[in-house]
């Protein structure tokens, strides 16, 4: 008889988007005239750069000509690609990383997810609360925890929370963790981390032979200078830190889809006999086994990016989005409500007013202004009082939400 991973059981019913689609359909089968504003989901809205299309355009000829067709390509992604991002993204920021430490990806999810392959299951693993839900599912699926409890925490995981008291940024752990998520500029809280928070982290990594994965698919989002865009722009992060990157968010790559994963040579962890393995050489085996490489046509897109024209076409996009940021930060906060992030971030992470549970704050929204956005609690207990309002929408739906959402507080504040 076949059995299945039992490990699947143990997750909570994908509860967040689809209970969000539940509330939002009902709403809208009551309301049918209601012109509903879905600032809820992280995912762009805006067209592909041109620059990415031209150069996609011209690898799909290539395809169609003999002389210039291609089959499988390297699994770690074309030497073109990974050279410019080694030398654009890394080199170009100080960071002494070299293009056959990159490996590239059809997305930043997968990899954050395939990581766990190269590790031991007797890790202890550390996130924060809230947290981008896959680190967490990735985990029980792959047998790292036990049950979750009625806060939807898993038995075994470390919880480390962070809220407006600790500025969004977790504090050491006082105990002996493994294996560390972090994401910075942070989905869902739109926080950043400075060099002085990240050199922390990577003291206590490589005080405790830990490794950080550091997810920072919102780096592009950075606009203060002092901020770090890479782990590896600390101080000895190449002993104890894997970076995941992406197209998704910088070049609205969502749909293409290309990512890439840095692992550096000199990073290793401990084998059962106590030796010390390069996870370097197990991360290539792994992706070499189980992954044929991105498309040609794809990579030949996001190596357009760092083009003259993509870097300014993607400049233009990611500084569209965060005038959105900018827009729902000012208004929000003309109407009383506490933000934060939303700066160097897409996500503006907003307190709850008059002590509003997340979800109650979500049915106000949306019975009285037919915004949705999306209820803290769902990245984590510790989310509970916040919520999230993204800035991936056209200027209109931003200006036309925050219209309506300024006219329901500054009415209700003046009742008060
Ligand atoms: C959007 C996002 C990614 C990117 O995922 P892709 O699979 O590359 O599209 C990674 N991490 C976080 C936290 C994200 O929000």
Redesign the pocket.
């Known amino acids: 008889m076949a059995t299945i991973n039992d490990n699947y059981l143990k997750l909570k019913a994908g509860y967040l988007f689809p209970e969000i689609a539940r509330r939002v359909n009902a709403f809208a089968q009551a309301n049918p005239d209601a012109n509903i504003i879905r600032l809820g989901i992280?995912?762009v809205t805006e067209p592909l750069p041109e620059a990415c299309r031209t150069a996609m355009i011209k690898a799909v000829e290539e395809m169609g000509d003999r002389t210039t067709f291609r089959g499988y390509g390297p699994e770690q992604g074309y030497a073109w690609l990974r050279e410019k991002i080694a030398a654009h993204d890394f080199q170009a920021r100080g960071c002494d990383i070299s293009a056959d430490e990159i490996f590239v990806?059809?997305?930043?999810?997968?990899?954050?997810g395939n990581i766990l392959d190269i590790f031991g299951d007797t890790n202890t693993i550390a996130v924060t609360d809230p947290v981008?839900p896959?680190y967490v599912d990735t985990n029980v699926m792959a047998g790292h925890t036990g049950e979750a409890n009625e806060r939807g925490e898993y038995a075994g995981l470390v919880y480390l929370p962070i809220s407006a008291d600790n500025h969004f940024t977790a504090q050491i752990p006082s105990e002996k963790v493994d294996l560390i998520y972090l994401?910075f500029p942070?989905?869902?809280t739109g926080a950043t981390a400075t060099k002085e928070h990240l050199q922390a982290w990577v003291d206590y990594a490589r005080a405790n032979g830990s490794i950080i994965f550091f997810?920072a698919?919102?780096e592009a989002f950075i606009t203060d200078p002092s901020l770090p865009h890479s782990i590896f722009e600390i101080e000895g992060a190449r002993d104890c830190a894997i970076e995941?990157?992406?197209?998704?968010?910088n070049a609205g790559?969502?749909g293409t889809?290309?990512?890439f994963t840095v692992v550096p040579k000199t990073l290793t962890a401990k084998a059962a006999d106590g030796s010390d393995v390069e996870l370097w050489a197990l991360w290539n085996r792994r992706q070499s086994t189980k992954f044929n490489g991105v498309s040609y046509i794809v990579q030949r897109g996001a190596e357009a990016v760092y083009s003259e024209a993509g870097q300014a076409q993607i400049k233009a996009l990611v500084a569209f989005y965060l005038e959105n940021a900018r827009i729902i930060r000012e208004q929000l906060t003309a109407a009383g409500i506490a933000v934060y992030g939303g700066v160097n971030a897409p996500y503006v992470w907003v307190k709850t007013p008059d002590g509003l549970s997340s979800w109650d704050f979500f049915d106000k929204l949306l019975h009285t202004c037919n915004v949705v956005g999306t209820p803290g609690s769902g990245f984590g207990a510790a989310g509970e009082g916040y919520f999230r309002i993204s800035a991936f929408n056209s200027r209109e739906n931003v200006e036309e939400a925050m219209r309506r959402i300024t006219e329901t507080f500054n009415a209700h504040s003046a009742l008060n």
Request: hydrophobic fraction near 20%; include cysteine; charge should be neutral.
């Open positions: 992280g995912d990806s059809d997305g930043s999810k997968c990899d954050c981008y896959v994401c942070n989905n869902p997810d698919a919102y995941f990157r992406s197209f998704s968010k790559f969502t889809r290309c990512a």
